[in-house]
């Protein structure tokens, strides 16, 4: 069975606000940490922070420079082994781009929302099609969500995370971590046995 050839992105532009406004979101420092040990668990290649600004850049990079090859990189190599995985990028393009040349072939992207669109598909089909061996993109949005026309340029939309109420506002380290374990984790409900609630 081929490894699925996975790259994440945590995107802080074009996302809305609140009022359902387009803006550009801060970087959260437990975003940068959080996901990258998620990343690394579950065997993503990249995890790409994408953010336009220069002034949020220079903050991230320090805390990258810090744990890939600061002190922090020497004090704990279990967080400098996931942040290996960590690059920051200015442009949702340059890194479809990068992806491409790293891969030979443009990723098929795939974005995460509390929404339904048209090409939303169930994290069965995903988890199923991801096995081709070509490089997938999954994009996470920052704020209250990635902004629309943005989202109807991607391939695949995920379907919302739903649980047992109508309460629908996960953290995205929350969301990142769910959406990983679905498509990418141990597949516990194939294994016999019985479940009990």
């Given at each position: 069975?081929?490894?699925?050839n ?47 600004l ?5 903050l991230?990079?320090?805390?990258l420079?810090y ?11 279990d967080?400098?082994?996931a ?9 949702l393009?340059d890194?479809i781009?990068?992806?491409?040349r790293?891969?030979?072939?443009k990723?098929?992207t795939?974005?995460?929302?509390a ?34 026309e943005t ?11 739903y ?7 996960l ?6 971590a ?5 498509l ?14």
């Amino acid at each position: 069975m081929n490894q699925p050839n996975i790259f994440i992105g945590l995107l802080h532009y074009p996302v809305y606000n609140k009022n359902m406004e387009i803006i550009s979101t801060s970087v959260t420092n437990l975003d940068i940490h959080d996901i990258a040990r998620t990343a690394c668990t579950y065997n993503v290649r990249k995890y790409y922070i994408i953010h336009p600004l220069e002034t949020q850049r220079v903050l991230v990079q320090d805390v990258l420079n810090y744990w890939q090859n600061g002190y922090g990189a020497r004090y704990n190599q279990d967080r400098k082994t996931a942040f290996e995985r960590v690059a920051l990028i200015s442009s949702l393009e340059d890194t479809i781009e990068q992806i491409r040349r790293e891969t030979g072939e443009k990723p098929i992207t795939v974005t995460t929302d509390a929404r339904v669109y048209p090409n939303t598909v169930s994290y069965g089909q995903m988890r199923e099609q991801m096995l081709d061996g070509r490089p997938y993109l999954i994009l996470f949005g920052t704020g209250w969500g990635i902004e629309k026309e943005t989202m109807q340029k991607t391939d695949y939309i995920l379907e919302p995370i739903y649980g047992p109420w109508d309460y629908n506002h996960l953290s995205v380290r929350s969301a990142v971590a769910i959406i990983l374990d679905r498509l990418l984790g141990e597949n516990w409900w194939n294994k016999g046995g019985t479940t009990n609630y």
